[in-house]
């Protein structure tokens, strides 16, 4: 082979943030802290910020590779983590508040934390943890001096930590394949495992993310994550908002409707994006209230399935596109995106409208997909033919924390656990993740295909699938559906509804109406419905 002679630069967060510093200087972050007013600056301003937070880290002794942890929530100081940690060359561990209080401590003392930064609401969990945390040895609470409270584990504050350093940070050059970020799955099954980011994995996800077929913004976009910054990076945003020039805006914890929207409304918010449960609360209290969101033109959903009735709702409704992504942990996460295409513009509007709202997205460049059967062979790409859904690429999992083996196979594939289709369009659409299909006299019923259809039954709030075993057809759908506040439905109401969309062997052998468990990261809790209703048809 003959070498090519350009560059070698490395690639590396901290050039994501010297670009946006000089490029999109005046472009603003706007934040919503724990009990503080509205924070302003620009991204001049976080970079300045930035500087002076990594140079805080050396002073607490943190050194390239060494982990810290954060337990914070979407705001401008849990962002200055995001690239003072990694612009230092340290890692930062975005722990998961939600997470029971055993597996919080278990990801900081395998993550091996020096430092735990954290929000101020969360004093009372750190200080619950506190005594089992095994390597942490400084606390710093994400306040000003003025409402720092240090608590049983004399915790300094954030800002005080900061004052008076330099604005100016010579950020280090360092290969790019060095950790970033250190993200753990939910640990829905077993404990939770670490996903290690690389700069390069980061950088190359923001970038793509930033592309038409993704996201797309541009600098006149407003960008607003409801996803989570502690889990996967809130889908890498805080990255893709500052390449593209996009004004970011942080809603720290409050995703109740009349909050996110004094922020849609008030900051001219074109680009939000989160997990199904919030956005409907979003459109109920939008229905409630007859407001509509601004000038908001897009919405991305995924962590779950996006609901066909949402979709339309945001889009019949208020004029709002809703995206569909597709992603885990173990992708950085963003897998795919439902964008429209020619080929399927040419089906025409409503045809098209139908593909999209009934796919998770297609195909995007840099990471690859393939659904396999239980021999490995690799399915036709038909629309029709499931199989186990494996992925490659440069922003996919090789190998979790401190393991001992590689998770991906000798060629890169690794097995996402779902079940999915791919079509001739270059889309993907998931039936089931692997644990959760349903078996019913040796047919498969995916339980993503009935929640989607019952969350279209009015009054219906979430509707929650799973498979109860049964004496005769091994396994039946039993379908538990929270209703709206205030809504009366008879569980013979829901049936009927989904009656003439399925098939009859689809029909739920029972319908609970219920209050649906969500998992740490706003999912539905397939695992505690199994353990209450699993014993209903025997
Ligand atoms: P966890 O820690 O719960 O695994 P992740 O966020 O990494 O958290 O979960 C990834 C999983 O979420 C995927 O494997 C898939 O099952 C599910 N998921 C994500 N997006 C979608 C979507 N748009 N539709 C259906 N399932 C989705």
């Known amino acids: 082979m003959l070498p090519g002679l350009m560059q070698t630069t490395p690639l590396q967060i901290s050039g994501i943030l010297t670009y946006a510093a000089r490029a999109h200087a005046g472009r603003e972050v706007v934040s919503r802290s724990v009990d503080e007013p509205l924070w302003r600056y620009d991204y001049a301003g976080l970079g300045e910020r930035c500087a002076q937070a990594a140079h805080a880290l050396r002073a607490l002794g943190i050194a390239e590779g060494d982990r810290v942890s954060s337990l914070a929530w979407n ?52 200080e619950r943890i506190a005594g089992r945390l095994t390597t942490v040895r400084a606390f710093v609470m994400l306040s000003d001096e003025a409402r720092l409270i240090p608590g049983a584990v004399g915790a300094v504050s954030y800002e005080a930590l900061l004052a008076g350093r330099p ?16 993200c753990y799955t939910s640990g829905t099954t077993g404990d939770p495992k670490g996903v290690l980011y690389s700069h390069r994995a980061v950088v190359l996800h923001a970038m793509s993310a930033g592309l038409s077929s993704a996201f797309g913004f541009t600098a006149f976009d407003v960008v607003m994550p409801c996803s989570s910054l ?82 339309q709702a945001f889009r019949d409704r208020f004029g709002v596109e809703v ?8 992708t950085c996460p963003l897998g795919v995106v439902s964008t429209p295409t020619p080929a399927l513009a040419a089906l025409g509007e409503d045809a098209m409208l139908d593909a999209i709202w ?17 021999e490995g062979h690799e399915l036709p790409r038909d629309g029709e033919s499931a199989g186990a859904l494996v992925v490659r690429g440069p922003w996919t999992i090789r190998r979790y924390y401190r393991a001992e083996a590689d998770v991906a196979d000798a060629e890169g594939w690794f097995d996402t656990g779902d079940i999915a289709t791919l079509d001739q369009f270059g889309f993907m659409r998931i039936t089931d993740r692997k644990k959760d299909v349903i078996k019913s006299g040796g047919e498969w019923i995916s339980s993503i295909d009935l929640e989607n259809f019952a969350a279209g039954c009015p009054g219906v709030k979430i509707a ?36 003439p969309l399925v098939a ?35």
Not at 110 to 122: G, K, P, T, W, Y
Not at 167 to 182: I, Q
């Open 75 to 126: 705001n401008h100081r849990h962002l200055e983590l995001f690239y003072a940690v990694t612009g230092a060359g340290a890692v930062l561990h975005t722990a998961n508040p939600r997470l029971f209080d055993e597996q919080i401590a278990y990801t900081i003392n395998h993550a091996e934390s020096l430092v735990l930064f954290f929000d101020r609401n969360l004093l009372e969990l750190v």
């Open 358 to 374: 009934s796919r998770q997205g297609r195909l995007q460049f840099g990471i690859e997909l393939r659904t396999v059967d239980d």
């Open 230 to 311: 502690y889990h996967a990076t809130a889908w890498g945003l805080p990255f893709t908002a500052l390449i593209c020039g996009s004004k970011l805006v942080l809603p720290g914890d409050r995703m109740d409707g009349a909050s996110l929207h004094e922020l849609i409304e008030g900051e001219d918010v074109t680009f939000t994006g989160g997990v199904p449960t919030i956005w409907t609360m979003y459109l109920a209290w939008l229905e409630q209230t007859g407001r509509r969101p601004g000038v908001l033109k897009r919405v991305v959903i995924g962590g779950s399935a996006v609901p066909k009735a949402m979709a």
């Open 464 to 499: 929650a699938v799973i498979g109860v075993p049964h004496p005769k057809w091994e396994e039946r759908p039993v379908l538990v559906v929270e209703l709206h506040e205030g809504v009366e439905a008879a569980t013979e109401t829901v049936l009927d509804y989904l009656r």
């Open 323 to 330: 995206l569909q992504i597709w992603g885990m942990t173990e």
């Open 167 to 182: 604005m100016a940070y010579d950020w280090p050059v360092f290969d790019e394949n060095a950790a970033a970020f250190l």
């Open 504 to 538: 009859r062997w689809w029909l739920p052998d029972e319908v609970i109406i219920a209050t649906v468990p969500l998992t740490a990261t706003g999912k539905i809790d397939k695992k505690t419905l199994r353990a209450r209703y699993g014993d209903r048809l025997s």
